[in-house]
């Protein structure tokens, strides 16, 4: 079922950006193109892909190889530090998501409640639920990410009743996701 889930999934991304690429664009546009990759040619290696296909959210229909493969925990676990984990690859795997970003491989894994799929949220101004959040606890040191979500790249504080940045603790990586949690593979 997650098979066919991820595979409906690709499918339509794909069909999206087909799409999208199949509009116009005048002559003067400032908009730089890049050199399209065949869409009939597909990938096995998420090395080899990403070096080809340059910066994608997630692997679309080109890469036709295993979803998670044990490359790219092995490569997630050194490069978050994490050699000596004794979890087995298949509990990984199911929190494992990988995509390329700058001809590169990245990894991340959800961890404890790690937003892998979701963009940063770099947002200054704060959510009703922020201020909700500071109307029951007026002059909190703190807002938890329950409540700023985890996606946010600053942390939040209530000055009085309204809530406000503290300070920044992340920042968007070239793709827009939390630079924090995407580590670079070799």
Known sequence: MK???????????????????QSTVSPSSSIATATPVP???????????????????????????????????????KAAGLQNSTEPLDTL?????????????????VGANLPCQSKANTATTPTQAMNDYCTANADAAFIPASVTGHETI?????????????QQIDKADDAGFLASIWYALQ
Request: charged share 15%; net charge negative; aromatic share 12%.
């Open 3 to 21: 098979k066919n889930y991820l595979l409906l999934s690709v499918v339509i991304f794909a069909a999206l950006l087909l799409s999208a690429c």
């Open 39 to 77: 869409t009939d040619v597909t990938y096995t290696d998420p090395v080899t892909y990403c070096a080809a296909v340059g910066t994608i959210d997630a692997p679309d229909a080109r890469y036709t190889g295993e979803a998670v493969p044990d490359s790219v925990l092995t490569d997630y676990l």
């Open 93 to 109: 795997r199911a929190g494992t998501s990988w995509r390329c970003m700058n001809n590169q491989v990245y990894a991340c894994n």
């Open 154 to 166: 600053y942390s939040w504080k209530c000055q009085g009743t309204t809530a406000v940045t503290d």
